[in-house]
């Protein structure tokens, strides 16, 4: 397996587009390659990867369902395998299903909290060894939500998911820590991408303190410091992102 040199590269989930897209090009703008990832985006994950490299860094496409284990392993092992061990995770992928609990099914539950754990386990998993043989410490970022933390009505499989991103992410930080590999985790509030534009957004900025939603280059500029030299004390923390709801 190539060992990476001077330039690290980064594994981001869900980077077609929202969320995932930002950080994989802010990253990029810090200097990082980037693995860009999707499940069914793959034009749009082309359109990341076409930006990343006008920007004069190396991007590959990874295209893969995390809840599927063995896709997942076998496509982030042959990218690790072809280009060069990761420095860094970012686990960004994940969906909503939002129903009161009484109407939900348990695909609706089972579907959002596999995405969100079965995940963690399927892309993590793989990227870890490498990692530690590597030597050169690394970074680990997840990505929960503030109905992680707080709870949400109408997402109580969402909750539950995010929630147990944050349990699973405070516990790999305590195994990795002497290994120089730090594992955090932000939680955004309500940030204007697709997974938000059917919520009514008027009545909903008045619960905010800071009376607007987020933007996706916000939650990318803390990913980008965890990621950072500057956040190599930092590890086991929840970074909330959310204009203060929480």
Same mark, same amino acid.
């Given at each position: ?15 077609? *587009? ?20 999707? *499940? ?20 590959t496409l990874l295209q893969f369902d995390v809840c599927d284990q063995k896709s997942a392993k076998h496509a982030i092992e042959k990218d690790m395998e072809e280009h060069g061990v990761y420095y860094g ?18 695909d609706d539950w089972s579907s959002v909290v596999n995405t969100a754990l079965d995940g963690f386990y399927n892309v993590i998993h793989p990227v870890v060894m490498p990692m530690v043989r590597a030597k ?16 949400? *009505?109408?997402?109580?499989? =969402? ?19 002497? *290994? ?52 190599? =004390? ?13």
């Open positions: 397996m190539i060992m990476t040199g001077d330039i690290k590269r980064i594994l981001v989930t869900g980077s077609s *587009r929202g969320l995932g897209k930002a950080i994989a090009i802010k990253l990029a703008e810090d200097g990082f390659d980037i693995a860009v990832h999707c *499940r069914n985006g793959l034009e749009a994950a082309k359109d990341t990867q076409e930006q990343i490299i006008a920007l004069g860094r190396k991007a995770v970012v686990c960004n992928a994940g969906i909503t299903k939002d129903m009161a609990f009484p109407a939900m099914e348990s050169n410490g690394g970074r680990i970022v997840t990505m929960a939500s503030v109905s992680g933390i707080a709870g949400n *009505r109408g997402q109580v499989n =969402y909750s539950a998911a995010k929630g147990g991103v944050i349990a699973a992410t405070k516990a790999l930080s305590l195994e990795l820590a002497k *290994r120089k590999i730090t594992v955090n985790c932000v939680a955004p509030g309500l940030i204007d991408t697709d997974m938000t534009q059917d919520l009514p957004l008027d009545e909903v900025k008045k619960m905010i303190p800071l009376r607007r939603v987020g933007k996706p280059e916000e939650v990318a500029a803390t990913v980008s410091f965890l990621v950072s030299d500057g956040a190599a =004390y930092i590890t086991r923390q929840v970074i909330s992102v959310n204009g203060g709801i929480v």
